[in-house]
T-cell receptor
Framework: KAGVTQTPRYLIKTRGQQVTLSCSPI?????VSWYQQTPGQGLQFLFE???????NKGNFPGRFSGRQFSNSRSEMNVSTLELGDSALYLC???????????????FGEGSRLTVL | GNSVTQMEGPVTLSEEAFLTINCTYT??????LFWYVQYPGEGLQLLLK?????DKGSNKGFEATYRKETTSFHLEKGSVQVSDSAVYFC????????????FGRGTSLIVHP
């Protein structure tokens, strides 16, 4: 079955702009989570959506937001971009049933954002 | 809170050498433990997992044993290949909680021919 698909794969923005990234999870997965990966900080959790509701949120400023649609596809948005937002943004999906899932995440290849 | 500590990299080895990447954790409860691997230009993929103490996860020649007494989940491989060059992430997940894994910072492995 198809894996997690993220678009766009690469993008370049300038400071002050905003960006929207998209993630299509594996069919049947209802949980989508987002991570920011940088060389200095490693993998940092942004937020998780489950059935269109934000269920968990990491420690990022309000410039970072997201949403999930009824088909489980998710988008994240970063407004007023800063140089420090340059990173690989990874999306991961999971089935997430309490007794069915051991917590395995399926990751997309990521969207690499460069802020100039 | 929960945390995962991995050895800092890069780890540089020659082909066919023995590999150990250390991982220790702190958790309130009994977590499931995972190793993920990220090959260059790709996202993370699950390498192996263990869900209870003394379980051994294994895949592609890699192994890790869930050691509750030492709160560790070290990754090992007897003979590495150039194709194993990647970044390896240790992670834990507490069942019944938020279903958000806690990741270590990753360890880069470079294998030379």
């Amino acid at each position: 079955k198809a894996g997690v698909t993220q678009t766009p794969r690469y993008l370049i923005k300038t400071r002050g702009q905003q960006v929207t990234l998209s993630c299509s999870p594996i069919s049947g997965h209802r949980s989508v989570s987002w991570y920011q990966q940088t060389p200095g900080q490693g993998l940092q959790f942004l937020f998780e959506y489950f059935s269109e509701t934000q269920r968990n949120k990491g420690n990022f400023p309000g410039r970072f937001s997201g949403r999930q649609f009824s088909n489980s596809r998710s988008e994240m948005n970063v407004s007023t971009l800063e140089l420090g937002d340059s990173a690989l943004y990874l999306c991961a999906s999971s089935l997430v049933g309490y007794r069915l899932d051991t917590g395995e995440l399926f990751f997309g290849e990521g969207s690499r954002l460069t802020v100039l | 809170g929960n945390s995962v500590t991995q050895m800092e990299g890069p780890v540089t080895l020659s082909e066919e050498a023995f590999l150990t990447i250390n991982c220790t954790y702190t958790a309130t409860g009994y977590p499931s433990l995972f190793w993920y691997v990220q090959y260059p230009g790709e996202g993370l993929q699950l390498l192996l997992k263990a869900t209870k103490a003394d379980d051994k996860g294994s895949n592609k020649g890699f192994e890790a044993t869930y050691r509750k007494e030492t709160t560790s989940f070290h990754l090992e491989k007897g003979s590495v290949q150039v194709s194993d060059s990647a970044v390896y992430f240790c992670a834990l997940l507490l069942s019944g909680g938020s279903y958000i894994p806690t990741f270590g910072r990753g360890t880069s492995l470079i294998v030379h021919p």
